[in-house]
């Protein structure tokens, strides 16, 4: 059960593992086909030595760890987001101009944090590149800034997916 919990959330899918301890049972194919119905999961033997997890869903038919890593990624942005104003003299975060930029920069290192690199898969998309806006200070309005409330703080992103299955074609010849 826990073999995919201590990747980094998004940095996992749940198809292709081997579990410890775990049995396989035989399945028909309209047993797994009943089961992939209604969004389940199976371990099977892909060959005679190899067992793995299929198919990586939830019962909503999102994937795991897509779930996991936007719930994980939603989790981080508001400890971020706690921090930057706890790291505050007096915890005072300025409505300024510099107030809302350090405002986006944490929510940028928030989302760095689950983009994919060369060398580490994550949640995110690397290309193209997350993006984040943030209100210039003379958008707000006089209501807003008199309540303490920035709005229209966005970020934009895409998820990495995963490659679970393929189709590979070729032609031999003498």
Same mark, same amino acid.
């Given at each position: 059960g826990g073999l995919l919990v201590p990747p980094a959330p998004g940095a996992a899918t749940w198809?292709?593992?081997?579990?410890?301890? $775990?049995? $396989?049972y035989a399945?028909? !194919?309209?047993?797994?086909?009943? $089961?992939?119905?209604?969004? !389940?999961?199976y371990y099977v033997l892909v060959d005679a030595d190899n067992p793995i997890t299929w198919e990586g869903t939830?019962?909503?038919?999102?994937?795991?760890?897509?779930?996991? !890593?936007?719930?994980?990624?939603t989790a981080r942005i508001r400890e971020d987001q706690l921090a930057l104003r706890l790291a505050q003299p007096n915890g005072k975060l300025p409505f300024t101009a510099n107030g809302i930029d350090l405002v986006g920069a944490a929510l940028k290192g928030s989302i760095k944090a689950f983009t994919t690199t060369p060398t580490t898969p994550r949640l995110l998309d690397s290309s193209p590149a997350p993006?984040?806006?943030?209100p210039a200070i003379e958008d707000v309005s006089a209501?807003?800034?008199?309540?303490?409330t920035l709005p229209g703080v966005t970020f934009s992103a895409k998820l990495s997916g995963a490659i679970n299955?393929?189709?590979?074609? !070729?032609? $031999?010849?003498a």
């Open positions: 198809p292709w593992a081997t579990l410890a301890g $775990v049995t $396989v399945l028909t !194919g309209p047993q797994r086909a009943a $089961v992939r119905t209604k969004n !389940g999961n939830m019962a909503s038919g999102q994937w795991i760890d897509e779930v996991r !890593g936007i719930d994980a990624l993006s984040i806006f943030t209501a807003d800034r008199a309540a303490r299955a393929g189709e590979v074609t !070729g032609t $031999v010849y």
